[in-house]
Structure formats: structure tokens, C-alpha cells
């Protein structure tokens, strides 16, 4: 299995701030990573797909780069709505799988 | 607008069979694959399953021994079954579609449904 690993596991950040969080593959990828955003109570939400291909509907503050093993994804001006848990997911091979989380606080 | 919507038991006990069914409406079940994907309460995402459109299926190998996809495409609906359930299947459970034409993106979530195996 391809092992995804996010850091940091959590952010505490104010409103307004360029937030960046990043995500790790234990093999290459090519540009198979998607990142995803979940509320409490909520399902997860598709952000960006391919690396850095925003999903339609998407503000865009948010934008993500990287390719191979290891990616980012970055806020450019926290707002308050974005308060929430970021995942990475891997959709280069089967079983896909997904980094452990960034929770992301208010400050 | 595609929406999807789990349904089934919210309880079931030790060494039973779990059994839900997604509801896929706005859209057609072709030419998609549709994916199952669990969350633990408090933990991450993990992956089930996933089945195309034309009935292939493709399981986690953590699972796939008790784990079975199918598909009714006469009432848009997949189904997943999770047979010898322990305390360690207590998750919310997620249908989703997988996109096409892209890089395989789960693009549309359920809203999610709890199961909780209990004795």
C-alpha cells in the first residue's frame, strides 16, 4: 500500500493568514493526489484534484502543487469558513489511501 | 446536481452482516465506478471498496475477504456488505463517485451514515 503522510497533524492560524500544509507519499504518484476538506459532522468535500487542479465551485484562495512524493496544499488568506480537517488521498493505485489529517484551528 | 444517500442499519451486532445500500440520484450510474469509504469516530478515512459501472469490483485487502460491492443499476443503487463484523467496523460509512476522464478524484460524498456494532 502507498503510505500518505501529512504534516503538520495540526495548525493553529488567524484569519487572514497563508497557511500551508503538506503531504508525502511513501512511493511516487506522478500527479494522483487529491485533497479534500471535512467539517465536523460532514462529509468530506473534493477541493483539488490532480495536484493542483481546482475543483469547480472552489474559491481560489485555495491552490495545491507538487508532483511524484510530495505536495502541498495552501490557503492564501484563511477565512473563517476554512476552519476544518485537510486530507490528502492518493488515486495512483489501489487501495487508495489517505494521509491522517491536518486539523486546522483558529487561533 | 448528482447527490448520493446511504441508508441502512445504524446497529448491528458482533458476527453479523452489515448491509448498506447508496442512492445515486441527478445522475446516471454509468459510466462511474462508486466507492464505499469508512471513518471511525475521531480517526481518518480509509477506503472499502469500489465498483464500475459494468459490475467490476476492486476491494481493500484489509477488508476484502468479508467485503462485498454489487450494484442494482435498474434503481441507480450500489449496495455494500461487511460480513463477521466487530467493534472495530463502528464507523461512519461514505458513498461516493469516483470522477472519469480525470485522475480517479472521489468528486461526490453521501452524507455519511453511522454504523455502530454493538453487543
Known amino acids: 500500500d502507498i503510505q500518505m503522510t501529512q504534516s503538520p497533524s495540526s495548525l493553529s492560524a488567524s484569519v487572514g493568514d497563508r497557511v500551508t500544509i503538506t503531504c508525502r507519499a511513501s512511493?511516487?504518484?506522478?500527479?494522483?493526489l487529491n485533497w479534500y476538506q471535512q467539517k465536523p459532522g460532514k462529509a468530506p468535500k473534493l477541493l483539488i484534484y490532480?495536484?493542483?487542479n481546482l475543483q469547480s465551485g472552489v474559491p481560489s484562495r485555495f491552490s495545491g502543487s507538487g508532483s511524484e512524493s510530495d505536495f502541498t496544499l495552501t490557503i492564501s488568506s484563511l477565512q473563517p469558513e476554512d476552519f476544518a480537517t485537510y486530507y490528502c488521498?492518493?488515486?495512483?493505485?489501489?487501495?487508495?489511501?489517505f494521509g491522517q489529517g491536518t486539523e486546522l484551528e483558529i487561533k | 446536481q448528482v447527490q448520493l444517500q446511504e441508508s441502512g442499519p445504524g446497529l448491528v451486532k458482533p458476527s453479523e452482516t452489515l448491509s448498506l445500500t447508496c442512492t445515486v440520484s441527478?445522475?446516471?450510474?454509468?459510466?462511474?465506478?462508486w466507492s464505499w469509504i469508512r471513518q471511525p469516530p475521531g480517526k481518518g478515512l480509509e477506503w472499502i471498496g469500489y465498483i464500475y459501472y459494468s459490475g467490476t469490483t476492486n476491494y481493500n485487502p484489509s477488508l476484502k475477504s468479508r467485503v462485498t460491492i454489487s450494484l442494482d443499476t435498474s434503481r441507480n443503487q450500489f449496495s455494500l456488505r461487511v460480513t463477521s463484523v466487530t467493534a472495530a467496523d463502528t464507523a461512519v460509512y461514505y458513498c461516493a463517485r469516483v470522477a472519469i476522464g480525470t485522475y480517479y478524484e472521489f468528486d461526490y460524498w453521501g452524507q455519511g451514515t453511522l454504523v455502530t456494532v454493538y453487543s
Open positions: 488521498q492518493q488515486s495512483y493505485s489501489t487501495p487508495y489511501t
Open positions: 512511493q511516487r504518484i506522478s500527479y494522483y
Open positions: 490532480a495536484a493542483s
Open positions: 441527478g445522475g446516471s450510474i454509468s459510466p462511474y465506478y
